[in-house]
């Protein structure tokens, strides 16, 4: 059992060096490209991490969006009940390289509008998704996405609208036999929801990040080798149920109050009550000029819906 337990290590071993990172998110037919480690390519509502590498100290702030990750420019339109698909890639842009343990996904509300320099440090987080071992117990749904796959998640249907960030983490389990082996992957996507609804969730429902894991948890120092049909036990919370609050003052609104449709004019976002959203690309504190493509932005063609996610 030794010689095949280090047999299987050492198939393994090469992948331990690769690493990766989310390249994009799609939601309701919106593409949103992310940058590539350490390099600013352009405006994304995804946040930047500094290196491919995982966050192993479960004490890390890091672990709550990624190694380095600082506050993106934009935010992504999204709804209750929307898909969000969600690209893993490797650090040289190639497949994910790993396929041991879970993928978890949390919301954390950044308050009525925007995620646009929301600090992490507090927040409190809700799990909306668990994916562990395939329905037959036999292999992992991460290795779906070391073939290849794309990873979805429902955004709760009667989430209450405003600024969330949706962070969605994979874990690797292939060295987590010993305390800090385990290898944590977070990605954070800034995200607007609107709409009506009223779910949030219990305040028992929601943990800190870091805070909720161990090095020393089951589900995290773990032999995922030896007894590969064993059951697994998510770490963090159970998956929230919403409960109803009272409704926002204003619903938060996919378009804005106050666009100059002028050519090459600049344009400010203003939410309820008119207030303007400080630090988001639309604020008069980051004016942007806006061409032509942006007039279809509400009823255009996928293409300029697209190109608005990123110009308007």
Not at 15 to 21: C, E, K, S, V
Not at 165 to 182: D, H, K, V, W, Y
Request: glycine content about 12%; overall charge negative.
């Amino acid at each position: 059992m030794l010689l095949l337990t280090v047999a299987i290590l050492a198939l393994h071993a090469p992948r331990a060096l690769a690493h990766g990172y989310v390249s994009q998110v799609l939601i309701d037919g919106n593409m949103y490209m992310g940058n590539s480690p350490g390099h600013y390519e352009g405006p994304s509502p995804i946040r930047t991490v500094t290196t491919d590498g995982p966050v192993q100290n479960t004490s890390a702030s890091d672990l709550a969006c990624g190694v380095g990750a600082g506050p993106a420019q934009l935010n992504a339109v999204a709804r209750p009940g929307s898909v969000v698909n969600i690209t893993w890639v490797s650090g040289s842009g190639g497949n994910w390289p790993h396929e041991v343990g879970p993928v978890l996904t949390y919301l954390t509300a950044c308050g009525n509008i925007s995620c646009v320099g929301f600090n992490t440090s507090g927040a409190r987080w809700f799990m909306i998704a668990q994916a562990g071992k395939n329905a037959d117990g036999v292999g992992w749904v991460q290795q779906d996405i070391m073939e290849g796959s794309n990873f979805n998640v429902t955004l709760p249907d009667n989430l209450a609208p405003g600024g969330y960030l949706l962070r969605n983490e994979i874990i690797g389990l292939q060295n987590a036999m010993t305390p800090g082996g385990a290898e944590f992957f977070p990605s954070c996507t800034q995200l607007r929801v609107i709409g009506n609804a009223t779910g949030v969730p219990p305040t028992n429902d929601t943990v800190l990040l870091p805070g909720a894991y161990s090095a020393t948890d089951p589900s995290i120092l773990v032999d995922a080798y030896t007894n590969p049909n064993a059951s697994y036990v998510f770490p963090g919370p159970p998956i929230a149920t919403l409960m109803n609050a009272p409704p926002a003052s204003a619903p938060v609104s996919e378009y804005y109050d106050d666009w100059r449709h002028d050519d090459e004019q600049p344009v400010m976002y203003r939410g309820p009550a008119g207030t303007v959203v400080a630090g988001d690309r639309r604020s008069k504190d980051f004016p942007v000029f806006v061409p032509m493509v942006c007039r279809g932005c509400k009823h255009g063609k996928l293409w300029q819906r697209r190109l608005c996610a990123y110009l308007c």
